[in-house]
């Protein structure tokens, strides 16, 4: 028996109540696999290149007293 049939059974025994339940699990299983629409864009990269002169763990420091502040 192939892995679809058996969840055909299982989806047979299941309360119709219930159903709302494993379509949504289904919903949500099914958008985790989704692709996403478009490649990722690195048109940021580099835009600190010209301003400041500091590595990427300063620029975390930075940050971080910035948030802190």
């Given at each position: 028996?192939?892995?679809l049939?058996?969840?055909k059974?299982?989806?047979k025994k299941i309360p119709k109540k219930e159903l709302d339940k494993v379509d949504d699990l289904l919903n949500e299983?099914?958008?985790r696999n989704?692709?996403?629409?478009h490649k990722l864009r690195f048109d940021w990269e580099g835009a600190l290149k010209d301003d400041e002169k500091?590595?990427?763990v300063e620029l975390q420091h930075k940050i971080?007293?910035?948030w802190i502040k």
């Open positions: 028996m192939t892995k049939e058996l969840v059974e299982k989806l299983i099914m958008l989704k692709k996403p629409h500091m590595t990427s971080l007293n910035d």
